[in-house]
């Protein structure tokens, strides 16, 4: 019996040893955690965009359907042909489903009304940038659009994501460094980091086909 006392006391010095050791070791690291400083590192570059999403509206209202599904036809055809001569490729032209509304009011001046959409997504930027100036020609065939947009995209953020965090880094880095010197310590290792959002924005209103990335980086150095 005196043997399975001493045998348990045994036991239960190992475990308090072991959580004895495991506190020293993680108070020890705190410690060490506790001397850092948190720099921001930022990086900025202007690209071009490689992706032009063009989208154009117009509306037909007419008291015939008939009269109606012809004039939606010729708009269509008109922009199309627009588009095509400008350069693009018909399967860069998409069509959405036609919007009509019967107006059953007594005194409705029209009691069919249509709205279309059409849409022109392409990677020819820079035609996009011209082909649009010219829209004006769109009327002279009938066609009057009630929304004309251009919306200008950087799908290939991957190619130069790499450059952006090295330079966010070394900032960070540098500033990290600044600040050790600066307060007589010595700079050690990174103890967290987050390498922060791509933001993506228009380079200013007069050329949205340039655009500005920017993005932050966050990084924490252990300081010695």
Known sequence: MENIKNHGGWVVGLVLLVFSAIFFLAAQNFSKQGSYVEVKGLSEKIVKADVAIWSMNFEVKSNNI?????DINKNISSINSFLVEKGFEASEINVAPVNIYQDTYKDALFRYNANVQLSLYTKKVDLVKSAS?????LVKKGVTLNQNSIEFQFSDINSVKPEMLA???KNARDAATQFATESGSKLGSVARGNQ???DITDKDPGSPEFKKIRVVSTLRFLIN
């Open 66 to 70: 008939d009269v109606l599904y012809a």
């Open 196 to 198: 922060g959002v791509f």
């Open 167 to 169: 330079e966010a880094i």
């Open 133 to 137: 100036k010219d829209t004006l020609l």
